[in-house]
């Protein structure tokens, strides 16, 4: 295995909330509209300081789509995965984009989004404005 690079990102940054490893700028997020099975998750155009595993075909709530997760150079935490292409032809935008799961990252002022079983309960929305 070589040697790891991690570059540190200017600007308001998104971080992985184990090791605190720059992922994203907040410039590059497409959609904060996305969700996954612990809340919140964010479309972005382009991220940093990240592995790939292996691609695999996943039944999302949009159809089926060929993804494969995206892990934190830092700790190797899983903190989301990559679209690699979709069947349907209205979904095929999100090939070549990343979603980071918000509950694996840290918002651009450092804040954390609390997954809560409760539905009454809410998350950190400090960074949503």
């Given at each position: 295995m070589g040697r790891i690079f991690v570059i540190t990102l200017e600007g308001k940054i998104y971080s992985c909330k184990h090791c605190q490893t720059h992922?994203?700028?907040?410039?590059?997020?497409?959609?904060?509209?996305?969700?996954?099975?612990?809340?919140?998750?964010?479309l972005f155009n382009k991220i940093a300081?990240?592995?790939?595993g292996e691609t695999e075909e996943r039944?999302?709530?949009?159809?089926?789509?060929?993804?494969?997760?995206?892990?934190?150079?830092?700790?190797?935490?899983?903190?989301g995965w990559k679209y690699v292409a979709a069947q349907e032809k209205s979904q095929r935008y999100k090939e070549g984009k990343f979603?980071?799961?918000?509950?694996?990252?840290?918002?651009p002022e450092g804040t954390l989004?609390?997954?809560?079983?409760?539905p009454e309960a809410s998350g950190s929305e400090a960074d949503d404005m």
């Open positions: 992922l994203a700028v907040r410039e590059d997020t497409i959609s904060k509209a996305f969700h996954c099975r612990h809340g919140k998750a964010y300081n990240f592995t790939v039944m999302m709530m949009t159809g089926v789509h060929s993804v494969c997760d995206i892990f934190c150079v830092g700790c190797g935490s899983i903190v979603i980071l799961e918000r509950f694996q990252v840290l918002g989004y609390y997954f809560n079983n409760n």
